[in-house]
């Protein structure tokens, strides 16, 4: 099976980040910038279906020459190549949506596997948006992904509880936490990245309309709250929550 | 221009509080922007359950009916809404960012070509919207451009709606689902059995994580203090990914966002992921080993102590103070 695996350069999850003074957006010194943790999980995912039944496993992500470095992660993981369509200004999810769907008009997978929310932006939508413009089903929060011939089905991570739908493909599926736990690059797959094709394509020569909809105007740091005070024992923990903060 | 349409999502039958935070968002937003508020209820009979949301305060309420919209399935439901936001004229999709809102409102979005705004926390006057980035370390104003926008709220940023005067009219309309758009098989739910308040609605929350250790000790350990309080259980992703909790537990960045009036955090360390799903909580209480446990700075409350002591003996509390 040809999957297609788009994905996102992200601050490390364990970096704290800080507004700049300014608004204009957030301090990038000291970031260290990775794939982002559910796109990994979507590349993982993808490996597997490709070690069982065979098949390709393509990168693609949509950003700056730098962004060069995730996708070498994600080829040393074992992916077999990569696409990198070169745009240096912020775009929104429709027209990244609408840039993947281009490309996967020339590419034919028949299968995207992308994570559920980029942990930078938080918003959650690329997936949804790329499989209505293509007319496909989709299947967002996957906790498991099963195939019998053409067949998907995929068991979804929802409000009280979890979901079973399936559908034949080609599909878009995105990966919720519990999908699998993602590998990492061995030193001879990080050798054999270098060697594997990595294109680029300028954004503005795939005729698609990049006008961002959605602007973000500023950033601000979000309401600090102070830390209250230690309480010595249990006793006295219901006693403040009873007759101080009157919550219980 | 300025009609809102808010999606009034149903989950067995009845309305969860997070349909009626979509309602109360969507009369703030009509009201902001000039025009009526419009609820939408999609299913295969859904005229009962529209005669109920009617009762909320909003202008009007569609019964959007069609076979291929009895259980939630995306792409269905994303073609039948596009027709009527179009037929309707409606300037705005609103619904609340639960499961299904995320699932679906993206989905919508690309239909009409909308640009769309995830999780908003506040809608401002002159036109634009706040909404939390990066695990709620950065918050974006910004603003969306088009004659049609989509629109989700996040559930503990609104207060739900109240009953109203007088209830809306109901109408019925007949949804068009081209089958090219009805390629989803709705399979299963395999609903998690709890008979404790959920997660979203509870005015108390107790979450553990995994200072717990497994899943008995949320059970025998944890468990007697969140009935003995009445409250709901969440939890950390270590707790969830462990296996010690089904993963609709899990509180944070990547799971539930909620605000009760009291959270208390048992053997979570208060990674900046968990804060983002807490931290608007009215009053916080950290029960930790560790005093040095990043949760401490968010806590109202903070007990330094083993959580195995600690939780039985605050059991023993509560039900002493019920009883006094
Ligand atoms: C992409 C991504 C998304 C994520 N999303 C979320 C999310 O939505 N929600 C979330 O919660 N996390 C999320 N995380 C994970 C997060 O970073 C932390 O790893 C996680 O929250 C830690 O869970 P914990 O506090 O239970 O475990 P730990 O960090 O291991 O903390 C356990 C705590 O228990 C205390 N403890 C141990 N034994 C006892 C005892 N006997 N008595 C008292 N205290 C004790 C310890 O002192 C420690 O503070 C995400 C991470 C990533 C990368």
Do not use: C
Request: avoid cysteine.
């Amino acid at each position: 099976m040809k999957i297609l695996v788009p994905i996102k350069r992200v601050p490390d999850p364990a970096t704290t980040i800080r507004v700049l003074p300014d608004g204009s957006g957030i301090a990038t010194d000291n970031v260290k910038w990775v794939i982002n943790p559910f796109d990994e999980i979507a590349i993982e995912e993808a490996l597997r279906i490709k070690e069982k039944q065979g098949g390709e496993v393509v990168l693609i992500t949509i950003g700056q020459s730098t962004w060069q470095e995730q996708l070498r992660t994600g080829l040393a993981m074992g992916a077999d190549r990569a696409i990198l369509i070169k745009n240096d200004a912020a775009l929104d999810s429709l027209a990244l949506a609408r840039i993947l769907a281009k490309v996967i008009g020339d590419e034919n997978p028949e299968l995207v596997l992308l994570g559920k929310q980029a942990i930078d932006d938080d918003s959650n939508q690329v997936g949804q948006m790329l499989a209505e413009m293509l007319g496909w089903p989709q299947a967002t929060f996957a906790s498991k992904v099963e195939f019998a011939d053409k067949k998907v089905t995929v068991t979804r991570e929802v409000d009280g509880g979890l979901e079973t739908i399936a559908f034949n493909l080609p599909a878009v599926v995105t990966t919720d936490l519990r999908l699998n736990e993602p590998r990492y690059a061995s030193l001879p797959g990080i050798m054999k990245a270098r060697k594997k094709e990595l294109k680029e394509i300028p954004a503005d020569s795939l005729g698609v309309d990049l006008a961002p909809k959605l602007k973000i105007k500023t950033l601000a740091a979000p309401p600090k709250r102070q830390a209250g005070r230690k309480v010595g024992s249990v006793q006295e923990l219901v006693q403040v929550l009873h007759t101080e903060a009157k919550v219980i | 221009m300025g009609d809102v349409l808010i999606f009034a999502e149903h989950q067995g039958g009845h309305f969860p509080k997070t349909t009626l935070t979509a309602v109360n968002a969507g009369l703030e937003l009509a009201k902001k922007r000039g025009g009526n508020a419009i609820a939408v209820v999609a299913g295969d009979a859904p005229e009962a359950l529209a005669g109920e949301i009617a009762k909320y305060g909003v202008s009007k309420v569609i019964a959007l009916a069609h076979a291929n919209l009895k259980n939630y399935v995306a792409d269905a439901h994303a073609a039948a809404l596009a027709a009527l936001v179009k037929k309707a004229g409606a300037e705005f999709v609103l619904a609340t960012a639960t499961a299904v809102g995320k699932d679906l409102a993206p989905r919508l979005a690309a239909r009409l070509g909308a640009p769309m705004a995830s999780e908003i926390t506040a809608i401002n006057d002159d036109g634009t919207y706040i909404r939390p980035m990066y695990a709620g370390n950065a918050m974006a104003t910004i603003e969306l451009d088009g004659p049609v926008k989509v629109i989700t709220v996040r559930g503990t940023a609104f207060d739900a709606a109240k009953p109203a005067d007088s209830a809306a009219s109901v109408e019925k309309a007949d949804a068009e689902i081209d089958p090219s758009a009805a390629k989803t098989e709705f399979v299963s739910f395999n609903q998690t059995k709890s008979d404790r308040p959920q997660l979203t609605e509870a005015r108390i929350v107790v979450s553990g994580g995994r200072g717990l250790k497994s899943g008995d000790n949320f059970k025998t350990v944890l468990e007697p203090l969140v009935d003995e309080m009445g409250a709901a259980m969440g939890a950390s992703r270590a707790a969830v990914d462990a296996g010690f909790v089904p993963n609709d537990l899990q509180v944070g960045q990547t799971g539930k966002v909620v605000a009760p009036e009291l959270y208390v955090a048992v053997g979570i360390s208060g990674a900046i992921q968990h804060l983002a799903g807490m931290k608007d909580s009215k009053i916080i209480v950290a029960i930790n080993k560790d005093e040095e446990a990043p949760i401490f700075n968010v806590a109202d409350y903070g007990l330094v102590a083993d959580l195995f002591k600690a939780v039985p003996e605050m059991a023993e509390e509560m039900k002493k103070l019920k009883h006094s």
